[in-house]
């Protein structure tokens, strides 16, 4: 086993077991810690906090770490197809781990935290990483994709303000519900037209030609699985805001229209 196969493999290991590690003790005792409620929700809530616990560390992890890596890695922007990044490699091997222990735990709480458009989205997300991982080819594009895990911790707060009953329109649920939109389409939506307007510009080029059919189909197939998931989520939560701030202004309206009638 060369280095990279042991870095990769190391890192994919220490990732899951952390993960899993996560689910099944570190959140339930730091979140009893940190938020009195988590003790009164129900055992199928306490499930799904604890994995959207897993998920916010892992989508600040990669996220961040994705962002250093897009700013400083010299070696996946000199080549986005062929550059082989031992970073964007640790990087990609902890999203793996994690990966591979939510669909385990998706898979054992399917009854509570079971989800169809997860498995979809987590099997396409592991084959295109298993090309990074083995062939090491598509560090920079791989590395880049992984950004899009920055919108995660703005979801899950919502429903973190949900299952601990804050009021719709209360101002932390409403900051967060903003929030969560524009992030969400700052780093899954706005990327679509210049990332696909890229792939275009690179068929028919020696170094698009040199990755094979299989990973030229895999690559671009897995990437639009994932766009047209990610196309459906905004359009969910944007309406979803839209509604929120609809019904605030109508509470708004009400509001006046009483205290003109009381003055």
């Avoid at 594009?141 to 719709?168: D, M, T």
């Avoid at 671009?220 to 989520?233: A, G, H, K």
Wanted: glycine content about 6%; aromatic content about 16%.
């Amino acid at each position: 086993m060369d280095t990279n196969t042991k870095l990769v493999f190391n890192s994919v290991i220490t990732s899951f077991f952390t993960f899993q590690l996560l689910f099944y003790f570190i959140s339930f005792w730091f979140s009893a810690k940190v938020s009195p409620g988590f003790n009164r929700l129900s055992y199928e809530k306490k499930i799904e906090w604890n994995s959207r616990v897993g998920s916010t560390c892992h989508s600040l992890v990669v996220g961040l770490f994705g962002l250093y890596i897009l700013v400083f890695d010299e070696v996946a922007k000199a080549d986005p197809l062929w550059g082989d990044s031992s970073l964007v490699k640790v990087n990609i091997s902890i999203a793996t781990g994690y990966l591979i222990s939510d669909l385990l735990i998706l898979i054992l709480y399917w009854k509570v935290i079971g989800d169809k458009y997860f498995i979809i989205h987590h099997c396409a997300a592991l084959y295109a990483y298993y090309f990074v991982l083995s062939d090491g080819v598509l560090a920079y594009i791989g590395n880049f994709r992984l950004l899009a895990e920055l919108s995660s911790p703005f979801v899950n707060q919502r429903w973190f303000f949900e299952a601990l009953k804050y009021p719709k329109f209360s101002k932390a649920n409403v900051i967060n519900g903003i929030l969560m939109t524009v992030v969400f389409f700052i780093v899954r939506i706005v990327p679509i037209p210049p990332f696909y307007s890229y792939i275009y510009s690179l068929l028919g080029t020696e170094a698009y030609i040199r990755l094979g059919f299989l990973i030229q189909c895999s690559w671009i197939s897995t990437c639009v699985v994932l766009d047209v998931m990610n196309v459906m989520w905004m359009i969910k939560i944007t309406k979803g805001c839209i509604k929120v701030i609809s019904l605030i202004r109508q509470e708004k309206a009400k509001s006046s229209l009483q205290n003109g009638k009381l003055d």
